[in-house]
T-cell receptor, first 113, second 112 residues
Framework: DAGVIQSPRHEVTEMGQEVTLRCKPI?????LFWYRQTMMRGLELLIY????????DSGMPEDRFSAKMPNASFSTLKIQPSEPRDSAVYFC???????????FGPGTRLLVL | LAKTTQPISMDSYEGQEVNITCSHN???????ITWYQQFPSQGPRFIIQ???TKVTNEVASLFIPADRKSSTLSLPRVSLSDTAVYYC?????????????FGTGTRLLVSP
């Protein structure tokens, strides 16, 4: 299996622009997680899905952030409009029901100028 | 979710055994203890998980005393490639997965 796939790996954009991050979880995994990592705040859970349904979005910082999972093999995290403080590495992870581990993707490094 | 405390950094040399201790005084009955490893520019990677006593896999061992208020990750004979940040996490699994709350982690530097 190719593991969790994220795209793009790097994104540079200007303040006010819309940013869309993409994730393909490992086939067969029924949980999908979006995390954000910064030097100041460490690694934070933003939202997670179970069987394509958002379960807990309490970690989403603002209404500017939204996430969707239209099917079992694809999810997006959108920021609109983006701000410089959104600059971070965004990770997607997936896991199987009852599993002891989450598998993380390589991350998307976002820089908002 | 139980809060964890671990050293900010540790230094070691190749071939040595490294023990990283994590304190989790408020651990709950349903909580499991999990360790993740993160290399620069990569996502965290699962190392080991345990509930009590000792767990060993091909990568590490995890020692958990009877009161479960702390745990120790043991890395035998480290190499340069073990230089990474190690996170100790505590959380319950009875919801179908373990909600991960990452702290600051322990930055391990292995030198020749």
């Amino acid at each position: 299996d190719a593991g969790v796939i994220q795209s793009p790996r790097h994104e540079v954009t200007e303040m006010g622009q819309e940013v869309t991050l993409r994730c393909k979880p490992i086939s067969g995994h029924d949980y999908l997680f979006w995390y954000r990592q910064t030097m100041m705040r460490g690694l934070e859970l933003l939202i997670y899905f179970n069987n394509n349904v958002p379960i807990d979005d309490s970690g989403m910082p603002e209404d500017r952030f939204s996430a969707k999972m239209p099917n079992a093999s694809f999810s997006t995290l959108k920021i609109q409009p983006s701000e410089p403080r959104d600059s971070a590495v965004y990770f997607c992870a997936s896991s199987i029901q009852g599993a002891e581990t989450q598998y993380f993707g390589p991350g998307t490094r976002l820089l908002v100028l | 979710l139980a809060k964890t405390t671990q050293p900010i950094s540790m230094d070691s040399y190749e071939g040595q055994e490294v023990n990283i201790t994590c304190s989790h005084n408020n651990i709950a009955t349903n909580d499991y203890i999990t360790w993740y490893q993160q290399f620069p520019s990569q996502g965290p990677r699962f190392i080991i998980q345990g509930y009590k006593t000792k767990v060993t896999n091909e990568v590490a061992s995890l020692f958990i005393p009877a009161d479960r208020k702390s745990s120790t990750l043991s890395l035998p004979r480290v190499s340069l490639s073990d230089t990474a940040v190690y996170y100790c996490l505590v959380g319950e699994r009875n919801t179908g997965f373990q909600k991960l709350v990452f702290g600051t982690g322990t930055r391990l530097l292995v030198s020749p």
